[in-house]
């Protein structure tokens, strides 16, 4: 674990309030708490954005189980990609509709492009791709 560094911050007034009031309502117990994972989260964002670093992923999307072809055309897809994705899960939801929760691995852009190909499709609605790195670690 590393040694913790002391700064300080000037803020306006009703700016740090807000921040009081929005770190209280995500249950922080300190403000310096808080900081960190704003800070650790915009470093993970612009990783996901920019570094050539491997990346963790998840991409969440439900499709029109109706739809022809649809589930092949994803599934073909998939097996093309087959070093970006560790496992998948599929859920039927209803009569109608079908939920796949992919996990990924790999370079942002490759997991981005692989996200886009997906959610493409004319049936795929409300996807959603979220990346992460374990470069980063949580003080606990
Ligand atoms: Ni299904």
Redesign the pocket.
């Known amino acids: 674990m590393s040694k913790l560094t002391r700064f300080g911050i000037s803020l306006e007034g009703p700016l740090l309030k807000q921040f009081d009031q929005l770190i209280h309502k995500k249950g922080y117990s300190n403000r310096s708490e808080a900081l960190r994972d704003l800070i650790r989260e915009k470093i993970v964002t612009e990783k996901t954005e920019y570094d050539d670093t491997e990346l963790f992923g998840s991409l969440m999307y439900i499709y029109d189980?109706h739809k022809r072809e649809l589930e092949k055309s994803l599934s073909n897809i998939q097996h093309k990609h087959y070093g970006n994705i560790i496992a998948s899960t599929?859920?039927?939801i209803d009569h109608d509709n079908?939920l796949e929760v992919i996990l990924l691995r790999g370079k942002a852009a490759e997991l981005k492009n692989l996200a886009e190909r997906l959610l493409s499709f004319n049936g795929v609605k409300n996807g959603k791709l979220s990346l992460t790195t374990p470069l980063l670690k949580r003080r606990n």
Do not use: A, M
């Open positions: 189980h599929h859920v039927h079908c």
